[in-house]
């Protein structure tokens, strides 16, 4: 069954709990948005097709600095940005 809660800081915290799988939070800003997300993952584990997204949901900030790092980086050089290494 899940848990809807008022934060002190005005949100909403649902937390769905189910034997043989691990707890899991997430805050919204409307209390019927948390009802709509614990039901839909209550229904989920109940019918058994629930996947675990909390590692998929949450990224670094680490991680997503040396992902963009790699991902900005060209992996070779034009000739246009290094016009003194053009060998004839």
């Known amino acids: 069954m899940a848990s809807i809660r008022r934060t002190p800081c005005g949100t909403w915290r649902a937390i769905v ?13 409307t209390h019927q ?3 709509h ?14 996947v675990d ?6 990224v ?5 600095r040396a992902w963009l790092l790699l991902a ?3 992996s070779r050089r034009s000739r246009s ?5 053009q060998f004839d």
Request: no cysteine.
């Open 72 to 74: 900005s980086i060209p």
């Open 37 to 50: 997300w614990a039901r839909l993952i209550e229904s989920e584990v109940d019918r058994a097709v629930f």
């Open 17 to 29: 709990r189910r034997t043989g799988y691990r707890p899991h939070f997430r805050t919204f800003g």
């Open 60 to 64: 670094r900030s680490t991680t997503f």
């Open 33 to 35: 948005d948390a009802k």
């Open 81 to 85: 940005v290094q016009p003194h290494l």
């Open 53 to 58: 997204r909390g590692p998929s949901e949450r």
